[in-house]
């Protein structure tokens, strides 16, 4: 079945840090992979998605590229912000249409 | 108003009690899911429903129910809650007709006790 792993938190970081979350994944086919963030007292929120392998998703300074070699998906900013400070989850959707997701990683940003 | 409402935001209940958890929808999506998160397992998916015929289970369906009243409503019940249920559930929608991303609403806390 799919899965997806991401890097156990929690993360605390210093504002204008470069911040990097691991993610890997195992799918049948192409899935389609995503990053939400989920805000405190919020739900999740799509951050940026790939579609097909080689993709670059990007959004708010956050980037991700769709690994098909190594099955990753590997979410980085280059200077972080307190407003950063969030939960962050891969996920991957398969052709069935299902979201699966990582376990989360909570991402603190100190000033 | 949010696209995805879910009622109530906080709910705290009493072993072997029932309680249903409301969604509400004005994207016009036709699927929608639910799905429960916990602290360090991410979010698992509980029922999910196609179209208002159409409900499937999820990967941890034992202890729920399901039902899709209209395309816009799908609500989630607990027939006789135990305390391994405490978490945060959320409910989702998304368009079959198109391949985009999931719409969450804000989380519902239920806490039984």
């Known amino acids: 079945g799919n899965s997806v792993t991401q890097m156990e938190g929690p993360v605390t970081l210093s504002e204008e840090a470069f911040l990097t979350i691991n993610c890997t994944y195992t799918?049948?086919?192409?899935?389609?992979l995503f990053w939400y963030v989920q805000y405190p007292g919020e739900g999740l929120q799509l951050l940026l998605k790939?579609?097909?392998?080689?993709d670059k998703g990007s959004n708010k300074g956050f980037e991700a590229t769709y690994r098909k070699e190594t099955t990753s998906f590997h979410l980085e900013k280059g200077s972080v912000q307190v407003s950063d400070s969030a939960v962050y989850f891969c996920?991957?959707?398969?052709?069935?249409?299902?979201?699966?997701f990582g376990a989360g990683t909570t991402v603190t940003v100190r000033a | 108003d949010a696209d995805v409402t879910q009622t109530p935001r906080n709910r705290i209940t009493k072993t072997g009690k029932r309680i249903m958890l409301e969604c509400s929808q004005t994207?016009?999506?036709?699927?929608m899911y639910w799905y429960r998160q916990d602290p360090g397992l991410g979010l698992r998916l509980i029922y999910y429903?196609?179209?208002?015929?159409?409900?499937n289970k999820g990967e941890i369906s034992d202890g729920y129910s399901v039902s899709r009243q209209a395309q816009a409503k799908f609500s989630l019940s607990l027939e006789s809650a135990i305390p391994n249920q405490t978490a945060l559930y959320f409910c989702?929608?998304?368009?079959?007709?198109?391949?985009?991303?999931?719409?969450f609403g804000s989380g519902t806390r239920l806490t039984v006790v």
């Open positions: 429903s196609f179209d208002v015929k159409d409900i």
């Open positions: 799918a049948t086919g192409y899935p389609s």
């Open positions: 994207k016009g999506h036709d699927r």
């Open positions: 996920a991957l959707r398969s052709g069935d249409y299902k979201l699966s």
């Open positions: 989702a929608t998304s368009d079959s007709a198109v391949r985009g991303s999931y719409t």
């Open positions: 790939a579609t097909k392998a080689d």
